[in-house]
């Protein structure tokens, strides 16, 4: 992988920009592009080459639907909130201008080696979370189980002939010390050069269909080091073999049309480990499901969540208490988060009962009083679902403006608040898995707004439902262009209003 290690090898990968595009687009020879992709050769900003492949770049994330710079920016630069063309442009030439020794400096807090599961994101977090789960198969001295669900496409991996030779090899090379090695792929992923991929392995074994692999692996406790590709880029991955742990991301049910397809896989997990941390992105996807599908036999109360804890309306101060314990939070500290949690139930059962709820907005900020204040880590999707970090007094605030907000308008019947909130104008701010909650909610009133995230399966929502006004919560000049164009189109022919 030595030709990712460089920046310009990253960025690359991320935007899935090969040797060849490059090359046409510059009229060079690839030999050039491939010396400055492995950092044989440094393409500086003093390079006349530099600007028209920024360019290039920065094209190419506009033509992505998940905007993949962003998020590998924010990561890098977390004080910046990447909200305009002008500021990506900026910190992606000084990102591709920095010299690698000092990016080594900037990069190594992203290792959160001490955390059971990580984040990566595009093809070369796919290939670095693989890596992970071979090196640590490599160092162990009793042979495991690897096993790779793979919930959306597996081009990343055959793509690269000598990637995937070299991952063949080293696949190989673990099951010749009687590891086994399994992959799971969705049914739609069957090409002939991913079979091809399994015939060269050999011995791998390939399921057509991960759900019910998934459901039928009597084994399911015994997966770790376990890789999990989930379908929106994140790759939550548990590599500790103390203390197993099965990492569900709200993609699994984030779709109510395909719930039903999870049953089975839920009760086994429940089966398996009890009151074990099931970890997750929304609390709200959670709640969801437990309260309207007949997933578990158990108790909402037997179970915990980390990163998403479940509401205030029906987390008791019990639980609350077991997931301080869990996540060792004791003294000041914990008093204060129980005090905390006290004044939101407080203003959660004191809102008029017509109300679908703050129920996101104070969910929220609890999790960030736990994380920022206390230092939590619970954000598995941070990739994908962006938000502005705020400090604790600044939630605080954001919640009394928000109570205030719903006292003036006595019938808004639903309000889930993300990452912003507008004075005097009726809003819904929907995250991308809580759609069909407001699209379930009756009875709005029609000078209601839904402000969408970036993401072009809720306009596609939006414009098949009715009674709906949509807008989006970003500058119309960049972003959602082609988002916008869809909006308006349907507008025009009266489709939402």
């Given amino acids: 992988m030595a030709k990712n290690r460089t920046q310009f090898g990253r960025i690359m990968a991320l935007l899935d920009i090969s040797l060849n595009e490059i090359s046409e687009y510059l009229h060079i020879d690839k030999?050039?592009?491939?010396?400055?992709?492995?950092?044989?050769?440094?393409?500086?900003?003093?390079?006349?080459?530099?600007?028209?492949?920024?360019?290039?770049?920065?094209?190419?994330?506009?033509?992505?639907?998940?905007?993949?710079?962003?998020?590998?920016?924010?990561?890098?630069?977390?004080?910046?909130?990447?909200?305009?063309?002008?500021?990506?442009?900026?910190?992606?030439?000084?990102?591709?201008?920095?010299?690698?020794?000092?990016?080594?400096?900037?990069?190594?807090?992203?290792?959160?080696?001490?955390?059971?599961?990580?984040?990566?994101?595009?093809?070369?977090?796919?290939?670095?979370?693989?890596?992970?789960?071979?090196?640590?198969?490599?160092?162990?001295?009793?042979?495991?189980?690897?096993?790779?669900?793979?919930?959306?496409?597996?081009?990343?991996?055959?793509?690269?002939?000598?990637?995937?030779?070299?991952?063949?090899?080293?696949?190989?090379?673990?099951?010749?010390?009687?590891?086994?090695?399994?992959?799971?792929?969705?049914?739609?992923?069957?090409?002939?050069?991913?079979?091809?991929?399994?015939?060269?392995?050999?011995?791998?074994?390939?399921?057509?269909?991960?759900?019910?692999?998934?459901?039928?692996?009597?084994?399911?406790?015994?997966?770790?080091?376990?890789?999990?590709?989930?379908?929106?880029g994140c790759v939550s991955i548990g590599l500790d073999s103390d203390e197993p742990s099965i990492p569900i991301h709200t993609n699994f049910f984030s779709d109510p049309l395909n719930l039903h397809k999870y049953t089975k896989l839920f009760d086994k997990v429940v089966q398996l480990y009890g009151n074990k941390v099931l970890v997750t992105n929304s609390a709200k996807d959670i709640d969801r499901i437990l309260e309207n599908i007949n997933f578990f036999s158990t108790k909402k109360e037997d179970l915990l969540f980390y990163g998403g804890y479940p509401s205030i309306t029906t987390m008791s101060p019990e639980l609350l208490s077991e997931i301080l314990d869990n996540n060792n939070i004791h003294g000041n500290v914990r008093t204060r988060c129980m005090q905390y949690y006290t004044y939101l139930r407080h203003i959660m059962t004191s809102t008029p009962p017509n109300y679908l709820g703050v129920y996101n907005l104070i969910l929220g900020s609890l999790e960030k009083a736990l994380s920022f204040e206390y230092h939590i880590e619970y954000e598995l999707s941070a990739i994908t679902n962006r938000q502005i970090q705020k400090t604790p007094k600044q939630y605080r605030r954001h919640l009394r403006e928000t109570v205030e907000f719903l006292e003036a308008y006595p019938n808004v019947r639903a309000m889930l608040l993300s990452n912003g909130f507008q004075k005097e104008i009726p809003c819904v701010w929907v995250k991308r898995n809580l759609w069909s909650l407001v699209f379930n909610t009756s009875c709005l009133p029609s000078e209601y707004q839904i402000i969408f995230w970036d993401d072009v399966n809720l306009v596609n929502m939006a414009i098949d439902a009715s009674k709906f006004f949509v807008t989006n919560n970003y500058s119309i000049e960049h972003r959602q262009k082609e988002y916008n164009i869809q909006i308006l189109q349907a507008l025009s022919e009266g489709k939402i209003i």
């Fill in 31 to 232: 030999t050039t592009v491939s010396k400055w992709r492995t950092g044989s050769r440094r393409l500086t900003p003093r390079s006349p080459y530099f600007e028209p492949i920024l360019s290039l770049m920065l094209e190419q994330n506009d033509a992505m639907p998940q905007k993949p710079l962003v998020g590998f920016l924010y990561d890098l630069y977390p004080d910046e909130l990447f909200d305009n063309p002008r500021q990506i442009r900026d910190f992606l030439k000084l990102y591709l201008s920095t010299p690698p020794e000092t990016m080594i400096t900037a990069e190594a807090p992203m290792q959160k080696d001490s955390l059971s599961h990580q984040v990566f994101v595009g093809i070369e977090g796919r290939q670095e979370a693989l890596n992970l789960v071979l090196c640590q198969a490599e160092k162990m001295t009793v042979p495991g189980t690897i096993k790779i669900l793979e919930l959306e496409q597996i081009s990343w991996l055959c793509r690269d002939p000598v990637y995937l030779k070299n991952t063949i090899t080293r696949l190989k090379q673990l099951m010749e010390r009687n590891f086994h090695v399994e992959f799971a792929f969705s049914s739609d992923q069957i090409r002939p050069h991913y079979i091809n991929f399994i015939a060269a392995v050999g011995i791998l074994r390939f399921h057509k269909n991960i759900h019910k692999y998934i459901i039928d692996n009597d084994r399911i406790q015994g997966l770790l080091p376990c890789i999990y590709l989930v379908s929106d």
